[in-house]
């Protein structure tokens, strides 16, 4: 008699031959997917539908009036203009005398912005963190923020009446024996009165993010300079300005890439036909050809030739900073 038995197929051949396994992890990825992960996070998500609305209807959908740069536009007819011109408002704003002094002025005035206003925040956030007192440090904090919440109107209304022929600055001035001066006619001084209003509205408020970064940096490396014998100076080198070099650098890159945006509110309201040869920059310019000269399709070929510069620039920027420190934005 045999003693042969006959084995039972295991679950996985019974009615038909058997299914190579899925690879580990499969469905787990599955479950992760977007699709999932829309599911699970639906909330989350939603709360980015005006965000990407906003972003959409006013920065991307006007990009489509562009096209005027390159066609004829008249007051109350297409709003994509009238016929195609080709580059010719290209040709005419590079060739216009008054153009290159206006893009000068907004080179001078976006790199003294950017030497100035970047770099005295990070001191501030040091010299603040240095701070012992939690009481002196918070008042030292709250008032370096105030003008930042100042309207724009408000902080030139400021600058008016602190250099006006009667106000405190030319008082100083008569104190000292000197001639009061109309600083705000003067085409000499807007540079330093542009830049000194940007450093008082603007580095209380930038020192935020530093701040935030220095609470991040680890105690214990602090601990391990004293030991070394590093004295406070070695420590802030060695320790602090490493520790908040990432976010340095993406701000710098942030910066860079706003450079030619020079503050179009503030200039507006500051400056006047006699301090045009130093205070007009591109986008006051645009606003004079655009707006009040209704010489749209050159406004529009001058703000695109901008916004390539803007481009090239923080693209620029983030590769060198990407090779060098290894820090970027993407």
Request: aromatic share 12%.
């Amino acid at each position: 008699m045999s003693t042969s038995q006959t084995l039972d197929p295991s679950p996985g051949t019974r009615g038909g031959p058997q299914r190579p396994d899925r690879a580990p992890g499969h469905r787990a990825r599955a479950r992760t997917g977007w699709g999932a992960a829309l599911r699970r996070d639906w909330q989350l998500y939603s709360l980015a539908i005006l965000p990407l609305l906003f972003f959409l209807i006013f920065r991307y959908g006007p990009m489509v009036g562009n096209v005027i740069a390159f066609r004829k536009f008249e007051p109350g007819g297409s709003i994509f203009g009238e016929q195609w011109v080709g580059l010719r408002y290209v040709k005419m704003f590079l060739s216009d005398p008054t153009f290159w002094t206006v893009f000068t002025n907004t080179l001078v005035l976006g790199a003294l912005t950017l030497v100035f206003c970047f770099p005295l925040p990070i001191v501030l956030a040091l010299l603040l963190n240095e701070v012992r007192s939690t009481k002196l440090k918070r008042f030292l904090q709250s008032v370096s923020y105030l003008p930042h919440f100042l309207s724009m109107v408000i902080v030139a209304a400021i600058v008016m009446q602190m250099l006006s022929i009667d106000g405190p600055i030319n008082q100083m001035v008569k104190a000292f024996g000197g001639e009061p001066t109309v600083f705000l006619q003067k085409p000499d001084w807007f540079r330093t009165i542009f830049v000194s209003s940007e450093v008082w509205q603007t580095v209380g408020w930038g020192t935020i993010l530093y701040l935030a970064a220095l609470t991040t940096i680890d105690g214990q490396l602090y601990e391990a300079a004293r030991m070394d014998g590093a004295s406070r100076w070695r420590q802030i080198w060695h320790v602090t300005l490493p520790g908040i070099r990432p976010t340095a650098i993406t701000l710098l890159v942030l910066n860079i890439g706003t450079f030619m945006a020079v503050g179009f509110e503030k200039v507006l309201l500051l400056y006047n036909p006699l301090t045009y040869p130093t205070a007009d920059v591109i986008s006051t310019y645009l606003y004079r050809m655009g707006v009040e000269s209704s010489n749209m399709s050159y406004a529009a070929a001058i703000g695109l030739f901008e916004a390539l510069i803007g481009i090239v620039l923080i693209s620029s920027a983030n590769v060198i900073s990407r090779r060098t420190v290894g820090a970027s934005l993407w």
